[in-house]
């Protein structure tokens, strides 16, 4: 299996991106596809070490780990496998998430439970077992993706929303617990991106084509907001250039927050 970021030529074929990260040492979770796949390779490419965290197997030039965020064992066994292979741990990228579609009215106990197990819960279960490793770090920094969901009212998102707004909270409490530890923590929030899990609700709609269109004029910029924008967010802010940056949440939604245009 080929290790990222032994060699950190582009993918792209553009000009190689500056090394910020080189000599340090990341994980992502749910790092098997969409936003978390485009971080390991942006992290890669950067300079970095990287392991992708998932229950399922990445790409075959991806180093990747089955774990499961679940579960406290899972993630530990992960970690300790990362540390053993590289000698540290500098960068943990609490991305591992699911979905959930209805209001109030349409969830089940089972749903609540499940989604925030995974996205709050297991967020919690990720740091906790990285923390002694962070805390002998130099360039510690956590990024939890969290989403517009944290701050907007979406439609037929509750138990998403309410689980991604526990996210913005909990990166707060974590920035705010560990800044002593020098462990900067931050979080991004996403519109709606281009990842295979809003390519799978866009097939099981009645009118995909209708739906997207809806989706991309949703956001200011008029298009969804792609995973490699999402990746080079995490990376500014997993960079020990961001060093004075800690209890952030950085919108990458296509202007969701921020305007309000003339329809």
Request: hydrophobic content about 50%; charged content about 15%.
């Amino acid at each position: 299996m080929t290790e990222l970021g032994t060699d950190h030529a582009d993918h792209a074929g553009a000009t190689a991106p500056e090394q910020d990260l080189a000599g340090l040492v990341a994980i992502v979770t749910g790092g098997a596809s969409g936003i978390g796949l485009a971080t390991v390779r942006t992290l890669a490419a950067r300079g970095a070490s990287v392991a992708a965290l998932d229950v399922a197997p990445p790409p075959a030039a991806v180093y990747g780990i089955t774990c499961d965020v679940t579960e406290s064992r899972s993630i530990g066994a992960a970690i300790d496998t990362v540390v053993k292979r590289w000698g540290r741990l500098d960068v943990v990228v609490a991305n591992a998430g699911i979905g959930a579609q209805g209001s109030v009215a349409d969830a089940t106990d089972e749903e609540w439970h499940r989604v925030l197990d995974v996205n709050v819960v297991g967020t919690a279960r990720t740091v906790q077992a990285a923390l002694p490793h962070l805390r002998s770090s130099p360039a510690a920094a956590v990024v939890v993706t969290c989403s517009i969901a944290s701050w907007a009212g979406l439609p037929r998102r509750a138990v998403y929303s309410a689980s991604k707004g526990a996210l913005y909270a909990l990166v707060l409490a974590m920035a705010a617990d560990h800044v002593g530890d020098r462990i900067r923590v931050n979080g991004v929030a996403p519109g709606t991106a281009d990842t295979p899990w809003v390519g799978r609700l866009l097939d099981a709609a009645a009118d995909p084509a209708g739906e997207r269109a809806a989706l991309a004029a949703r956001q200011p910029i008029g298009r969804l907001v792609t995973a490699d924008e999402v990746a080079h967010a995490i990376a500014y802010l997993a960079s020990p250039r961001s060093a004075s940056t800690t209890g952030t949440i950085l919108p990458v939604d296509g202007g969701m927050l921020g305007l309000r245009l003339p329809r």
